[in-house]
């Protein structure tokens, strides 16, 4: 029978246990070990069955285990305390209310307010796929370590991401549990009525989308959800929360559009219902979020905020905006037809009283190559940003050069974004034993103060857990893909718990290269198989739902590891997740992740591998790339020259993998000397924990999050009220306007010594330039050479600028002259230029505004000088 109506019946705890019911609520349980062996000690069968979900363990547990815990002073005892320790970190001055964080003298942001797509805190709230999600999650949880005070806003999916499972020839089957938000960690924010609170957005036609805001509460931080499934919205505008990347284009459009417009207005909500600060930072992780800037170009556009005109409220906007980009491949941002785009914003859509036209030009694609009938989120992030970041150098380095032409006539290496390497939870991903390690052990905390053998028998148990884990899943598995129990008795040999132990899980793009590992059956079969120095591989990964070539490498996995003579030795567990990484990074000796660089904008599950004291073999890529040290793991060459094809340069790299494992890896972790120890193994385990763990950390992000772009971003928020912003937009109209008319016309050069082309070191040249501003005054301008190294084709390398002085009124040609020294610091070849740049207080890069006008001519008779 099908039930009509469903409720969900919530537990009434006796008085004495009320407490339980706040500390299941707020997810800092999940990276709080003591936390959960309270919730262990309730009911242990019944913490089994719930996963380690509180909210489903209290649902669940009897009236009679409740009465009796009511009476036990003991576990009452141990309760108060956890309580009282959870109100003491919510509300106790952490980092953040002592560091300084914002420098002498200044307020640090009132509080941030931090949107992304998805959010993975805990397998117990699944919304999110893959790594920016878990990011996400990591930043919530670390600001809440540091008592930063952001808000979290994201979306609810009802349907969240897909669970993956294996039809019986391997073929990814996906499917959709729908989940209930009563039984997820998670309160409806209710207006003083008691009525659910809602934003509400307008759609073309006459329709509206209505979104109810559940609450999450991660530690310190509120994260706040949007849910479409609510009863005043039509069926079809029920369903745009239903599953996260589903759906066409448009059902994306509208997810975008509750996530960024109706973010803002419930984050307004929940400041006006709760008194929380409001936000001074909007920071958008992944373009996703863009519309928030729209929104708040609205909002500034109202009476009550001053009625700013688009562009002075586009400054205002950008100031106190920061915008992280994830990914280095053009095919991997988010763009709309521009038709639909502009069918949902001006009149009958949302925003009504902002300039359509001004929101389409945002997103259009200005540079060569641009296509002109789409509308591309990461080009709007970027103008509605003033401060922009990738998430490793590397990436920071690949994103200038992908969004270059955004910024004509600058090298890539000025183009304002910058790098913010990604980090990792500590207490959400490293094993409890780890970050213990010995009860009173000398030297290092955590495991790496254990001795040589203790460390090493720490190592194999949890090589152990993860193999009996491994079997129970692969056995689950196996039960589902239709195979009878008396057949499977071969899983109690799956592993052992003394062989090098590989993991590699991860989405299943195709850059990430699943079946690398294949290329040579022969030559892998050898090294799971080998006598004495065998191999062991844990494989996990989700295909999207819409690609197939990625559930087909699934399969050529699954079927290569279903084959008997290596299933003991290589195995794919499906449904890869938060619950299963947590088991999956502590068990492993070597993380392996082999994608096309630089393809991998930063990686996070190497950090996770590297807490728990697993070395990492890894293409150099990503945070690899600026983190690898042979102490630490092992550097996997490379063929990403231009010049080889994609099927030689997996062949050349899996060569080079297989190699590795053969000369390098195995030999080191079998090489057993006194007392059966790997000597060099153990001392790389220790390097790692002790050099590479302090890196890798969330806390070293969030810092710099909050030192390098939140602090800058408020403090340029707070200077842009309605007038300086007017004023700046003001302003840079008048640069703007100007500009096609201003122009270095004369440069002169003279050498202290010297003559020619040739100039001595330490010797000084004398600049006398002559540069046209139209109407523009010297203030409005930064005159500079830029000097340095000089390439076969005259480019200048790693340039330096001086800026030069005005020196008296203009000629009469109304040209002004300006004037400065340059010293020869280097030998060799040599040049500058000139250039003249847009200057403001405001700006918060030179590059800004994208405009610099530069001598017509290079070379001795020219404008610009050489000197050889
Ligand atoms: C860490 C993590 C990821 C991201 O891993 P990458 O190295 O970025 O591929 C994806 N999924 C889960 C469940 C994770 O824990």
Known sequence: ???????????????????????????????????????????????????????????????????????????????AEAAAGLREYRTGPRWYQTAGTAGPGAEPPAAIAYFSPEFGITAALPQYSGGLGILAGDHLKT?????????????????????????????????????????????????????????????????????????????????????????????????????????????????????????????????????????????????????????RIRELGEAEHGSLDFGSALEAVRAGTVFTTHTPVPAGIDRFDRDLVARHFGDGGELPGVDAGRILELGTETYPGGEPHLFNMAVMGLRLAQRANGVSLLHGRVSRGMFAGLWPGFDPEEVPIGSVTNGVHAPTWTAPEVLRGAPDGPGAPGAAGLSDAGLWELRRTLRERLVTEVRERLYASWRQRGAAAAELGW??????PDVLTIGFA???????????????????????LHPERPVQIVVAGKAHPADDGGKRLVQELVRFADDPRVRHRLVFLPDYGMAMAQKLYPGCDVWLNNPLRPLEACGTSGMKAALNGCLNLSVLDGWWDEWFEP?????????????????????????????????????????????????????????????????????????????????????????????????????????????????????????????????????????????????????????????????????ITGGRAVPLKPSGGPDTEGRRLYEGRLTLERTGSFGFTVRVLPAHPLLADPAELGLTAVPQETGPEGAGVLMR
């Not at 850059?511 to 030559?523: A, G, I, S, V």
Request: charged share 30%.
């Open 143 to 295: 600001a809440s370590d540091l008592g930063v005070p952001l808000i979290g806003v994201g979306l609810l999916y009802r349907r969240g991401y897909f669970r993956q499972s294996l039809s019986r020839d391997g073929w990814q089957q996906e499917h959709y549990p729908l989940l209930d938000p009563n039984e997820l960690p998670l309160a409806p924010l209710r207006e003083p009525g008691g009525r659910p609170a809602r934003v509400t957005l307008a759609l073309p036609g006459g329709r509206s989308l209505h979104a109810v805001i559940w609450e999450a509460r991660v530690g310190r931080v509120p994260l706040l959800l949007l849910d479409s499934d609510t009863e005043e919205n039509e069926p079809h505008e029920r369903e745009v929360t239903d599953r996260l990347y589903g759906g066409g284009s448009e059902h994306r459009l509208l997810q975008e559009m509750l996530l960024g417009i109706g973010g803002v207005r419930a984050v307004r909500a929940y400041c006006r219902l709760t008194g929380h600060p409001a936000p001074e930072v909007f920071h958008t992780n992944e373009g996703h979020a863009g519309f928030l800037g729209l929104e």
């Open 631 to 795: 102490d630490f793991g092992w550097a996997i060459p490379t063929a990403d020259g231009p010049a080889t094809d994609e099927d030689r340069r997996d062949d050349l790299e899996a060569h080079a993998l297989y190699e590795l494992l053969e000369q390098r890896v195995t030999p080191l972790f079998y090489d057993r000397g006194a007392a059966g120890l790997p000597g060099r193994w153990i001392e790389m385990v220790r390097r790692t924990l002790t050099e590479l763990g302090p890196k890798v950390l969330a806390e070293r992000m969030v810092e710099s999050y909050v030192r390098e772009l939140y602090a800058p971003a408020a403090r340029a928020h707070r200077r842009l009220d309605a007038d300086a912003a007017r004023e700046l937009a003001a302003w840079k109209a008048k640069v703007r306007s100007a500009w096609p008319r201003v122009a270095v016309d004369h440069v002169e050069a003279e050498a202290a010594h010297g003559n020619g082309g040739t100039a001595e070191l330490g010797s000084e040249l004398a600049l006398r330039v002559r540069v046209a501003l139209d109407t523009l005054v010297p203030e409005d301008v930064e005159v500079q050479a830029v000097a340095g190294r000089v390439d076969g084709e005259d480019r």
């Open 1 to 79: 029978m099908k039930a009509i109506r469903r409720f969900s019946v919530r537990p009434v705890l006796p008085e004495p246990l009320r407490p339980l019911s706040e500390l299941a609520r707020n997810l800092r349980w999940s990276w709080h070990p003591e936390t959960c062996d309270l919730f262990r000690g309730v009911d242990p069968e019944g913490w089994r069955t719930a996963g380690g979900d509180p909210v489903r363990l209290l649902s669940g547990v009897s009236a009679a285990r409740l009465e009796s815990l009511a009476a036990d002073r003991d576990f009452l005892d141990r309760l």
């Open 491 to 496: 899983i109690d040999g799956v592993l052992d």
């Open 506 to 528: 991860r989405r299943v793009p195709s850059y990430k290269r699943l079946t690398l590992m294949l290329r040579d059956r022969e030559r892998l079969i050898e090294l799971l």
